[in-house]
């Protein structure tokens, strides 16, 4: 049996199979071991909050995972999947069609409406325009900006940018949702906002990997993982999860109608 097969027949139900995964950046003079023999396993449908100080690893684990960049050694599965094995074309596919993707800055076209926004990765996939557009009105109306597809980027609220990159990231209709530090740039309520749309969709199926440095944020998971000089040095369950949607209520209301 290859490495690979013996992989995810150990985790029958998993999509991410991370077997000792290590990146190792070659700067010349000197080698970054960003990641020393990473091994974890993601089931389909969790939710997981990755932590750990600055250079722990998180990022590049992401990009790993999110198949933007490869380990140096070890395997990584996504949905049995042996990506490591692939070529440009076969995973730029992949990503396209199983993973959505949110960051800390939002990275939305400035002179770009909500709507076009979203419909940005529909053009690289099989799907026809109307189609697309057809998507991308409800990928909006499902993270609640029905109302502001028409509107730039610098008409929005951060949180609301944050949404439209959510939609963008939903848009395909992806398996995985990986989100680095998604309320890095927000305020505490509007993070909180972010982690309700976060349990609502995972609710739905969606398995979701969050980087956050807040451990409020980290508790709206499911699963927290904590990385150390790149390792996973801790990985626990999350023992009293908060619904988001309760601590909303409890906090101050802002108007930003
Ligand atoms: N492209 C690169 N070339 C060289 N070294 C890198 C590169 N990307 C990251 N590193 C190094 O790898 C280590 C891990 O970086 P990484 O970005 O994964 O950390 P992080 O946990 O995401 O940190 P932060 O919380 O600050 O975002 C750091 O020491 C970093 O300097
Ligand atoms: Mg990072």
Known sequence: ??????????????VIVAREVSKTYDLGETKVHALRGVSVSIAAGDFVAIMGASGSGKSTFMNILGCLDR????????????????????IAGIRNQKL??????FNLLARTSALENVLLPTLYAPVEKTEGIRRAQSSLELVGLADRTHHFPSQLS???????AIARALVNLPSILLADEPTGNLDSRTSVEIMELFQVLNDKGLTIVLVTHEPD??????????????KI???????????????????PAVDDD
């Open 1 to 14: 049996m290859t490495e690979a097969a013996a992989a995810t027949e150990a985790d029958p139900g998993a």
């Open 71 to 90: 380990p140096t050694a070890g395997t990584y599965l996504l949905d049995g999947i042996d990506v490591t094995t692939l070529g440009k074309r076969q």
């Open 100 to 105: 959505g993707f949110v960051f800390q800055g």
């Open 158 to 164: 951060g949180g609301q940018q944050q949404r439209v």
């Open 217 to 230: 944020i980290s508790q709206f998971a499911r699963r927290v993982l904590v990385f150390r000089d790149g």
């Open 233 to 251: 040095r801790k990985d626990d369950p999350v023992q009293v999860r908060p619904r988001a949607r309760e601590v909303l209520q409890a906090l």
